[in-house]
């Protein structure tokens, strides 16, 4: 029942942009708490950037701060990614997430690629 369907990833040269979007049905959207993750070759999964509801506020990895920015469309049920100055370090599988209190919802995820 639920479903996220990820999209906007690809290969792009170092210092492009890519906007990733996250649209996704069968929760109560406006209520979790939104975020993108990334995980990298034989690595483990890391947060990137949250966003809580309306009235609440945004947060950063270290290493995205200043290029990323999340943001989310309640009567869409949408979350984006918008990723500027791309670095090779940010090649990763993205995953959308939905979180309230103890509950996780993932989306299958979105290849990234940076590299000239």
């Known amino acids: 029942q639920v479903q996220f369907v990820e999209s906007g990833g690809g290969l792009v040269q170092p210092g492009g942009s890519l906007r990733l979007s996250c649209a996704t049905s069968?929760?109560?959207?406006?209520?979790?708490?939104m975020s993108w993750y990334r995980q990298a070759p034989g690595k483990e999964r890391e947060l990137v950037a949250t966003?809580?509801?309306?009235?609440?506020?945004?947060n950063y990895a270290d290493a995205v701060k200043g290029r990323f920015t999340i943001s989310r469309d309640n009567a869409k049920n949408m979350v984006y990614l918008q990723m500027n100055s791309l670095k090779p370090e940010d090649t990763a599988i993205y995953y959308c997430?939905?979180?309230?209190?103890?509950?996780?919802?993932w989306g299958q995820g979105t290849q990234v690629t940076v590299s000239s």
């Open positions: 069968g929760f109560t959207f406006s209520a979790y708490t």
């Open positions: 997430n939905a979180r309230f209190k103890t509950i996780n919802l």
């Open positions: 966003i809580t509801k309306p009235g609440g506020s945004t």
